[in-house]
């Protein structure tokens, strides 16, 4: 089945049916996320190797652009999900691309501090304030994240902090979702679209093991250049300016980060 029918079946039969709640309720597309993974969807621009889609970004750009006229809160999360995944088929694990193109596993950005947007949202992702700390094999880290996409939903985030040693740059990594010390407000505090499980994450700190890391430590900023923002302001753009502004109960209210990165 080619990926267009796979979207296409699943738009019609679990998105367009639940969407509705999903946009007035504020409810996570938990059953459309479980769908796109069965399909294929969540694994389409994993490797063949590993039993993904081997699809790129014009692929991923289709996908969200389609999903986004049907509900743009199940678009948002693949807009996250598909960004970490560019990410983590260079630098992630076998096992975690394997879980990823089997459909069992969703995973989002952690890359956002201020939550004011004062900086613009594609400003803040070159520079983190988390800080990270190596003892053994083990690193803690400290951090406030905000805008996360499914926080509390995902099931794992890239995650960018200060570097451990080097002397400039950040370093990113990839954080369990269930880690300890993970914790997501039970009231979501993010813009976005409603429903899409848009909130901040903190770690106070949160373990990882020192193999969590994503490429060199002080590299983050290249690849967040070089992968993360073309992938995310495609993505955006994909999904149109109207799928990632705040619910209209929002409207007249202070302008938040999702404003300043839908209209860049």
């Known amino acids: 089945m080619s990926y267009r029918t796979a979207l296409s079946e699943v738009l019609t039969s679990v998105i367009a049916p639940s969407a ?19 399909s294929g969807l969540l694994g389409l621009t994993v490797s063949t190797e590993f039993g993904g889609g081997g699809r790129g970004l014009p692929e991923a750009v289709e996908v969200v652009a389609l999903t986004a006229r049907v509900c743009p809160a199940t678009a948002a999360v693949l807009q996250s999900h598909y960004t970490a995944v ?42 983190s304030r988390s800080l990270a700390a190596r003892s053994g094999d083990v690193v803690a880290l400290r951090a406030r994240k905000h805008q996360v996409v499914a926080a509390g939903e995902a099931d ?28 997501v407000p039970a009231r979501p505090g993010g813009a976005g679209p409603y429903g899409s499980g848009t909130s901040t994450v903190f770690a106070d700190p949160v373990l990882v093991p020192a193999d969590a890391m994503l490429g060199g430590d002080g590299g983050g900023l290249d690849i967040v250049l070089r992968t993360v923002l073309p992938w995310l302001l495609e993505l955006r753009a994909a999904a149109g300016v109207e799928a990632l502004r705040p619910p209209a109960v929002d409207v007249g209210s202070a302008r938040r980060p999702a404003d300043s990165l839908a209209s860049s």
């Open 86 to 127: 560019a990410v983590l088929e260079s630098y992630g694990s076998p096992w975690v691309r394997g879980e990823i193109a089997a459909g069992r596993h969703l995973s989002s950005l952690a890359l956002v501090e201020d939550g004011t947007g004062e900086q613009g949202v594609e400003a803040q992702l070159l520079v």
């Open 20 to 38: 509705e709640a999903t946009g007035k309720k504020g409810k996570f597309p938990r059953e459309a996320v479980t769908a796109l993974g069965r």
């Open 156 to 183: 794992s985030y890239v995650w960018s902090s200060q570097p451990l040693a080097a002397p400039d740059g950040l370093t990113l990594w990839v954080v369990p979702a269930h880690a300890p010390d993970l914790f």
